[in-house]
């Protein structure tokens, strides 16, 4: 009986010990996984500020195409009032003055264009960051869950 009891003890001694080691391993996984999802979430937060500035950049891209079209109308409509004047070399200028602007025009669009393309990659990048960090902090979970199932069996 007395070895009966000491078995006894040593047993529940164990199983108390099994259950503090699972719970510590249960919190260190959460811990990990904790900090996983939170750098998934500030991935995520990086990716949400560059579409922002997509945005941002494009409506700005807009506005600009649109104050250009405006010049560009107003110097037409100059160049049509310069017509009924007999000097070419108003006509001359405005001509130039137009080519320049949608030249200047061509190059700001071209620029625009490039520099949202590399911010749209660069948001690309970060969202798929983020999901690859969010997708392997749920492994994790996951992985961790099943450690703690295991070594309960």
Not at 1 to 29: C, G, H, I, P, Y
Not at 40 to 56: D, F, G, H, T, V
């Amino acid at each position: 009986a007395v070895a009966r009891k000491k078995l006894q003890e040593r047993v529940d001694s164990l199983a108390l010990e099994l259950r503090e080691t699972q719970e510590a391993r249960r919190t260190e996984a959460g811990d990990r996984t904790t900090a996983d999802g939170e750098r998934a979430k500030a991935l995520l937060a990086l990716s949400m500020e560059y579409e922002e500035k997509i945005s941002i950049m494009r409506q700005r891209l807009k506005e600009t195409q649109a104050e250009q079209r405006e010049t560009l109308e107003t110097l037409q409509r100059q160049h049509a009032a310069a017509k009924d004047d007999t000097q070419t070399s108003h006509e001359t200028a405005l001509r130039d003055l137009a080519a320049q602007f949608r030249m200047r025009e061509e190059a700001l669009t071209r620029n625009s264009e490039a520099a949202l393309e590399e911010a749209t990659l660069q948001s690309r990048r970060s969202r798929d960051l983020a999901l690859e960090d969010a997708h392997a902090a749920h492994r994790g979970e996951l992985q961790a869950r099943d450690k703690g199932h295991t070594h309960a069996l």
